[in-house]
């Protein structure tokens, strides 16, 4: 059994910062992409970042140069460093890991990030 747990969501003011992790723990599996989506009350959930387990990255366009995605293959753990906040980057922030193997995908229990103006 597979568990995705995020840590770091919280309120913050505009313009400033936070960092949100992503781990997997339970059975073990090789991961291809590991995400970060977000939805915000009342819209679809979006893909905000990626990255590859090459490294590759893409984002969402609107959070270009603000956010920075990153992950660590020994730890099965994925980052999301986000600056310059913006009250509409406020939703719940949640994680997805794609099994390399299946291509099953996993996902974590959201945390909310909330940017007051």
């Known amino acids: 059994q597979v568990r995705l747990v995020e840590s770091g969501g919280g309120l913050v003011q505009a313009g400033g910062s936070l960092s949100l992790s992503c781990a997997a723990s339970?059975?073990?599996?090789?991961?291809?992409?590991m995400g970060w989506y977000r939805q915000a009350p009342g819209k679809q959930r979006e893909l905000v970042a990626v990255v590859a387990r090459g490294g590759t990255t893409n984002y969402l366009d609107s959070v270009k140069g603000r956010f920075t995605i990153s992950r660590d293959n020994t730890k099965n753990t994925v980052y999301l460093q986000m600056n310059s906040l913006k009250p509409e980057d406020t939703g719940v922030y949640y994680c997805?890991?794609?099994?390399?193997?299946?291509?099953?995908?996993?996902w974590g229990q959201g945390t909310q990030v909330t940017v007051s103006s």
């Open positions: 997805k890991f794609t099994s390399r193997v299946t291509g099953n995908g996993y």
């Open positions: 339970g059975t073990r599996f090789d991961v291809n992409d």
